[in-house]
């Protein structure tokens, strides 16, 4: 059994695969917080276990892909308390199946490298991978398999966020998943900011589709991630195949390329 552990801004995402099977039978969260212990993290991941019915020995094998360099010791700290094997943390050096043509290659975020790797291992290439969380990144992956850059844009709901602080008189929101027959206009000032943010991220991503794609010879497979992602996505115009796993399997991808390696 693998153990993918995906460190991410706001939480730390958790995937249990069996086997031989491609997708996670357990996924769960834990809140990203650099305040707590390794002794707190080591507790939560024992109860997690436990709730589940899974033994630290059936564990064979964890992974870290990590945007936190705070919390990636945390984790390690905590997998030894717990006696579960040395993770494999994603970085410079590691096996990933892709090149990466951008000008810092060690500057491109433990998650986009797994998204890309579970994303080229499904589809193929060319590929305009959406990650919408914290912050929304939409990157491109040419024919020849090389990452060749991405935007960062602030999240969907880090704007929402930004804009309650920002201004005095407007309401906060609470964000429903647009649908494509809806209006882009709303009639008070809540329903303004829903559609401001909902249809303002399923046409900017439109958008940069649209520019990607013009970069391309080929037709490339669109596929998103993230926990906003299913918010704005059916107002988007183009084809897009939502995975909500695609982290963790690109963990597990990494994970798996590496053992290969080892052999």
Excluded at 36 to 43: H, P, T
Excluded at 82 to 111: C, E, H, M, N
Excluded at 236 to 249: F, G
């Amino acid at each position: 059994m693998l153990l993918c552990i995906d460190i991410g801004n706001s939480n730390i995402t958790l995937g249990l695969f069996r086997d031989g099977e491609e997708s996670p039978f357990y996924r769960g969260k834990l809140s990203a917080k650099v305040s707590r212990s390794a002794d707190e993290y080591a507790v939560a991941l024992s109860g997690l276990l436990a709730l589940h019915n899974v033994k630290t020995e059936e564990i064979t094998g964890c992974v870290i892909g990590s945007v936190v360099p705070a919390l990636t010791g945390l984790l390690q700290s905590a997998l030894k308390m717990l006696s579960l094997p040395p993770a494999l943390t994603i970085g410079p050096g590691v096996k990933t199946g892709f090149g990466i043509r951008i000008d810092d290659p060690t500057q491109l975020g433990a998650d986009l490298v797994a998204n890309t790797a579970a994303a080229i291992a499904a589809y193929g290439a060319p590929l305009i991978v959406i990650d919408a969380g914290t912050a929304t990144t939409i990157s491109l992956v040419d024919e020849q398999k090389y990452y060749r850059g991405a935007c960062i844009l602030p999240g969907l709901r880090a704007s929402a966020e930004l804009l309650k602080e920002s201004t005095a008189l407007l309401p906060s929101v609470s964000l429903s998943p647009l649908t494509e027959e809806e209006p882009a206009i709303g009639n008070n000032s809540a329903e303004c900011i829903e559609k401001g943010l909902l249809w303002g991220n399923a046409i900017l991503v439109d958008g940069f589709i649209d520019k990607y794609r013009a970069m391309l010879t080929d037709t490339p497979t669109v596929v998103a991630t993230g926990g906003s992602a299913p918010l704005f996505l059916d107002g988007c115009q183009n084809e897009i195949r939502y995975d909500p796993d695609l982290t963790l399997k690109g963990l597990r991808r990494i994970w798996q390329l590496s053992r290969n390696r080892k052999k």
